[in-house]
């Protein structure tokens, strides 16, 4: 069963937002991008790309991602998946979740690193906005 870009993200979200100890916020800000979601336990940030195919693209976004992350992932449908994708989310240290939307479940494939290229500054940029994100939305909960 082929599935859209947006119900992998909508789905997976779900799933993610019953993870204990980690507050979910979509579509968060970096640079002229958007990241597709971030989860943040304490003063950790955790990115999340969502894609069905264009994986390259993803790790270009990914990159990014860890300017600011402490670590980051793919999330893709759980599916067979390329040996070069895995070897270049390994060199620039992300993991891959694929998601099982049948079961509603994420399987962890590849685990992250922690970001070796994360500029502080961007981090504090990232946890400012969050923080004023979850100030206004009035709860624990950023997730709309």
């Known amino acids: 069963m082929a599935i859209l870009e947006d119900v992998l993200s909508q789905e997976a979200l779900r799933v993610l937002c019953l993870m204990e100890d980690y507050e979910v916020f979509k579509e968060v800000p970096l ?11 304490g003063e950790e940030i955790i990115t999340v790309e969502f894609k069905i195919k264009d994986w390259r693209r993803a790790v270009s976004q990914i990159k ?24 270049l989310l390994s060199k620039i240290g992300a993991g ?13 494939h590849l685990a992250p690193k922690h970001s070796f290229i994360q500029h502080p500054d961007l ?15 009035g709860n624990s909960q950023a997730l709309d």
């Open 31 to 41: 640079y002229n991008r958007s990241i597709d979601a971030v989860l943040l336990k």
């Open 64 to 87: 990014t991602h860890l300017l600011a992350a402490d670590y980051s992932y793919l999330c893709m449908p759980e599916k067979k998946i390329p040996y070069e994708l895995i070897d």
């Open 123 to 137: 981090k504090e940029k990232i946890l400012n906005y969050l923080s004023e994100k979850e100030e206004a939305s």
């Open 96 to 108: 891959l979740w694929l998601f099982n939307i049948d079961e509603k479940k994420i399987i962890e």
